[in-house]
């Protein structure tokens, strides 16, 4: 059985029509999103999904940013019932969540997790190194997908530590990000010329079709996979 799995940080600041329109196209099975939330009439992914026949969970985390306060946080939808779901705080600094659904598919359980690390400007960072630590002893090691925007480029110790237990399942590492140099205005970002969203699995799945998707809807690409099960 071949499910697609989509993974996209959609931005504070994307074009909701242009993201609900690619959403309902690419019509994956499960999707995981980043920056979503649940306090905008404007923007209201969630309720739009729902719309669309998809389950959900949702991990919001209040933060600080530039003396901002955001309350956003990754979300899983899923065309199959979600049996189990939870919600954790990966580091009480700089704090981030991440949102896990336990989802049937045809007598089977899938473990999927979407999360958001901390934005680092692609530098080393521990406390970032520390989110994908307690990240990655959340996650069972069979049936398990990982995604989300990590922030973090391949070579970064972030990435290393997920990647010791599970497959990356992007073996070229295309760049994701940014479509618009507002994504980031001290990076300044020329072009999308870094991969900072991935899609990990742990190494009992099978895998294909790795693709970034387009989409100008956001300051990241769209990311998606198809797997076995």
Not at 173 to 183: N, Q, R, V
């Amino acid at each position: 059985m071949k499910i697609k799995i989509l993974s996209w940080n959609i931005w504070i600041h994307g074009d909701f029509v242009k993201i609900s329109s690619f959403l309902k196209e690419t019509n994956a099975d499960i999707i995981g999103l980043q920056e979503v939330k649940d306090d905008d009439s404007k923007r209201d992914v969630i309720g739009y999904l729902r719309s669309l026949g998809y389950e959900y969970v949702f991990a919001p985390v209040k933060h600080i940013w530039k003396e901002k306060i955001y309350n956003d946080g990754p979300a899983i939808f899923s065309k199959y019932p979600i049996k189990n779901n939870k919600k954790y705080i990966l580091s009480e600094e700089d704090r981030r969540g991440a949102a896990r659904a336990d989802i049937q598919i045809n007598g089977k359980q899938l473990h999927v997790f979407n999360t958001h690390l901390i934005h680092t400007h692609q530098q080393q960072s521990k406390i970032q190194d520390e989110q994908a630590e307690n990240l990655v002893k959340l996650v069972p090691q069979e049936k398990s997908i990982l995604m989300g925007d990590f922030n973090a480029l391949p070579d970064s110790n972030a990435v290393k530590i997920v990647g010791k237990d599970f497959i990356n399942t992007d073996p070229n590492l295309l760049p994701t990000w940014s479509i618009y140099p507002e994504g980031c205005i001290d990076c300044n970002p020329k072009g999308v010329n870094y991969k900072l969203d991935y899609i990990f699995t742990s190494k009992d799945l099978k895998t294909k079709d790795y693709k970034v998707e387009k989409s100008k809807a956001s300051d990241h690409l769209p990311i998606s996979i198809v797997i076995e099960l």
